[in-house]
């Protein structure tokens, strides 16, 4: 079992940043592709953001592109997301997850483990 924190959200002013973390534990960190997904109440879960094992592929969704950072530091066994410009739109509830298998996972069915979420509210 691998075990995920996210942390970093909060309110923030649209046209403002963010990095949101996510800290695992439990397995080896580093053979895990991790991903950022997002829930706005009412709507599905969608994928943000993935990052391979090495760190040497990523992948954004359209939304994001531009905007958004993902990032890895395997020494401390933590995933980011740095979010710049942020809109509205951006609202939701921001899931951490890794996948032990695929490269660059973007499907939510890919991934094997879940954080709980933490909140990103971009006002006005």
């Known amino acids: 079992q691998v075990q995920l924190v996210e942390s970093g959200g909060g309110l923030v002013q649209a046209g403002g940043s963010l990095r949101l973390s996510c800290a695992a534990s439990?397995?080896?960190?580093?053979?895990?592709?991790m991903g950022w997904f997002r829930q706005a109440p009412g709507k599905e879960r969608e994928f943000v953001a993935a990052?391979?094992?090495?760190?040497?592929?990523?992948y954004y969704a359209d939304s994001v592109k531009g905007r958004f950072t993902i990032s890895r530091d395997n020494v401390k066994n933590t995933v980011y997301l740095q979010m710049n410009s942020l809109k509205p739109e951006d609202t939701a509830v921001y899931y951490c997850?890794?996948?032990?298998?695929?490269?660059?996972?973007?499907?939510?069915?890919?991934?094997?483990?879940w954080g709980q979420g933490t909140q990103v509210t971009v006002s006005s």
């Open positions: 997850a890794a996948d032990a298998t695929v490269l660059v996972p973007v499907t939510i069915s890919a991934y094997d483990y």
């Open positions: 439990g397995r080896t960190f580093s053979s895990y592709a």
């Open positions: 990052i391979s094992w090495s760190g040497g592929s990523t």
